[in-house]
């Protein structure tokens, strides 16, 4: 069975619009579906946010600390680059 749409009205700047309009044309998709497929992955990231964490994983919670000036990319790219060059 197909969900029913709903006509929705937004109040967004203009250059925005016209803007978003370029790249959904760009795209091939219409802005409308864009939107929608927005607003269905921020929904569903609330949803998910509801997992329950086990006792071992919350006693692991927050026990690191990374350096304030810590660089996660380059951190990744040398330990990789380590391992399989």
């Known amino acids: 069975m197909k969900a029913m749409n709903t006509k929705l009205t937004l109040t967004i700047e203009e250059s925005i619009i016209e803007k978003a309009k370029k790249y959904a044309n760009a795209k091939g998709k219409s802005l ?14 609330e949803a998910s946010n509801d997992v329950k964490l086990t006792p071992i994983v919350k006693s692991l919670k927050g026990s690191f600390r990374a350096p304030k000036n810590f660089n996660y990319k380059k951190e990744l790219s040398k330990r990789l680059t380590e391992k399989y060059l």
Do not use: D
């Open 32 to 45: 409308s579906s864009i939107i929608e497929n927005y607003l269905r992955a921020i929904t569903k990231e």
